[in-house]
């Protein structure tokens, strides 16, 4: 469980990255969505102890941020850029980990690497050195470094960023498995990522929290505000860039998918809101009145 209270968070330049943050985290997979420069990375460095806040504060299983160590020794985090030492092999990497978290029994520290470097699917590739990994190898092995030492809080910054289709889905998958015993932060600016592996989310827009809910409720935000509608390439340009989910060609012009308060054309049909629809509402400020 994390409790988020009145956090917020300026830089030296002045620039307010975080404002009046409250969020109640429970055990599970919680997703924090939201695009470039809303403020994630800043909140998952101020939860990972790497970053002071300026105001409010932050319960991580009931102990402050002010006590580092206690924190510390139950949060497993996987930072944006996650970098090892190419010439590391994969177990040496996770062994040294292991080691700076304290992990003083060399016979169950050495057992537990063989059990996580199993469960990320990399029990082969032990002996191999980093510098020959792929980037979705990279990805799981910096979950298992996180998953050492069996934290109760894992935070994960942007992982599937960078990934082919079919890592992000085996990434998603891994995380969900390690939910379900724990709390898992997932901040992402993908809404695919958060769909099939959270029940809770927020979603972060210049600093403030926008929505905080459900995954369906994510979506009900653009009910009654989406639209499809065929279109001439002339009528499509009219149309604001940020309205448009997405597109499709036909034989007469463009078949469009459109977020708007109001309906845009003699022709177009309200369709059910997808999640993705409700972020881009959310973001977008559109909402059916
Ligand atoms: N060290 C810093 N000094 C000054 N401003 C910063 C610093 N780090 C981040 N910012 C600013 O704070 C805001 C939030 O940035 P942050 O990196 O937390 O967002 P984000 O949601 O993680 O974005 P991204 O997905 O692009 O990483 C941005 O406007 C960014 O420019």
Redesign the pocket.
């Known amino acids: 469980m994390i409790t988020i209270r009145n956090l917020s968070k300026q830089?030296?330049?002045g620039?307010w990255?975080l404002q009046h943050i409250n969020l109640s985290i429970e055990n599970g997979m919680f997703g924090l969505l939201?695009p470039?420069?809303?403020?994630?990375?800043?909140l998952m460095r101020i939860l990972a102890t790497l970053l002071h806040p300026t105001e409010g504060d932050v319960l991580l299983h009931g102990v402050p941020l002010t006590e580092p160590h206690r924190v510390r020794g139950m949060l497993g985090y996987l930072p944006?850029y996650f970098q090892v030492y190419p010439q590391l092999t994969a177990f040496e990497f996770l062994d040294y980990v292991g080691v700076m978290k304290g992990l003083d029994d060399k016979r169950k520290r050495k057992e537990e690497i063989e059990h996580l470097l199993e469960k990320v699917n990399l029990a082969n590739k032990g002996k191999s050195k980093v510098k020959t990994f792929s980037g979705g190898m990279k990805q799981r092995l910096g979950i298992a470094q996180a998953l050492l030492g069996s934290p109760r809080v894992l935070i994960v910054d942007?992982p599937t960023a960078g990934l082919d289709p079919e890592e992000r889905v085996r990434f998603r998958n891994l995380l969900t498995q390690f939910s379900i015993d724990r709390t898992v932060l997932l901040s992402t600016?993908i809404v695919a990522d958060i769909e099939t592996s959270c029940r809770k989310l927020a979603v972060l827009n210049r600093g403030e929290v926008a929505l905080t809910g459900s995954v369906h409720e994510l979506g009900a935000y653009a009910e009654g505000s989406v639209w499809e509608l065929e279109v001439s390439e002339q009528e499509f340009a009219a149309f604001s860039p940020s309205q448009i989910v997405s597109t499709s060609r036909t034989e007469h012009g463009i078949v469009c998918r459109v977020v708007s308060a109001s309906c845009p054309g003699l022709y177009a049909a309200a369709v059910k809101p997808t999640l993705e629809d409700g972020y881009l509402a959310l973001l977008g400020g559109v909402r059916h009145a």
């Open positions: 830089y030296k330049n620039e990255a939201g470039n420069g809303a403020g994630k990375t800043t944006q942007e600016h």
